[in-house]
Structure formats: structure tokens, C-alpha cells
């Protein structure tokens, strides 16, 4: 059974930084993707970025391209989500997830979902 916990979330004053972790158990990590989603509230849940299985690759979201990072330690079974210069605008619940395939922006090419974090940014 594999299981997805994120920790980190919190609140944040804008301009600040922040990071988020993704702890995996079960299956092969370094074997799938690992992508990050957030969704604001009242909006639809939205694709921030992704890394490759061995973290050679990543892709971002154009909202969030530059000012976040995303990493993956596989001898942890950990990623991670270091987001800099912050926004009011990031205030989301951030997911991270399994991914079927590298690349993808599509929430139905992930498989497994931690439960979320909520990471709130004051202006």
C-alpha cells in the first residue's frame, strides 16, 4: 500500500520562504514521478510542478516557474517543494502525488495523494 504524508505547511508572510516534504512508504520510490498540486480556496486544484523518478527532470507550473524548486531525496523515500518569494496568491492546500509518467499536468496520470498541507500567506 503506498502512502503519501506531506509536512511543512504553515503560515508565511509574503516574500518569505518555505518548504514543504512529501514523505513515500510502500512501492519503489525512485521507480515514479512525484508531482505537487495546490488548490486555492473557491478554485480548482491546479498543477505546480513535477520531478522525474531519479530528480534529473522537473517541470513547473508558469505561475510558480523561478520561484519554487522541486527535489527528491530517493534514499528517504522524500520530496520536496522549497518555495521562495511567496504570495498571497500561493495560499493553497499543497498535494503532493505519484506520478503514472514523468511530465504530466493532469491529476488522472497520478495515483496516489498525500492528504495535503495548508500553506497560508499573509500580505
Known amino acids: 500500500q503506498v502512502q503519501l504524508v506531506e509536512s511543512g505547511g504553515g503560515l508565511v508572510q509574503a516574500g518569505g520562504s518555505h518548504r514543504l516534504s512529501c514523505v513515500a512508504s510502500?512501492?519503489?520510490?525512485?521507480?515514479?514521478?512525484m508531482g505537487w498540486f495546490r488548490r486555492a480556496p473557491g478554485k480548482e486544484r491546479e498543477f505546480v510542478g513535477c520531478?522525474?523518478?531519479?530528480?534529473?527532470?522537473?517541470t513547473y507550473a508558469r505561475s510558480v516557474k523561478g520561484r519554487f524548486t522541486i527535489s527528491r531525496d530517493n534514499a528517504k523515500n522524500t520530496g520536496y517543494l522549497q518555495m521562495n518569494s511567496l504570495k498571497p496568491e500561493d495560499t493553497a492546500v499543497y498535494y503532493c502525488?505519484?506520478?503514472?509518467?514523468?511530465?504530466?499536468?493532469?491529476?488522472?496520470?497520478?495515483?496516489?495523494w498525500g492528504q495535503g498541507t495548508q500553506v497560508t500567506v499573509s500580505s
Open positions: 520531478i522525474s523518478g531519479n530528480g534529473v527532470f522537473t
Open positions: 502525488a505519484r506520478g503514472i509518467y514523468y511530465g504530466a499536468d493532469d491529476s488522472q496520470q497520478y495515483d496516489y
Open positions: 510502500g512501492g519503489t520510490f525512485s521507480s515514479f514521478a
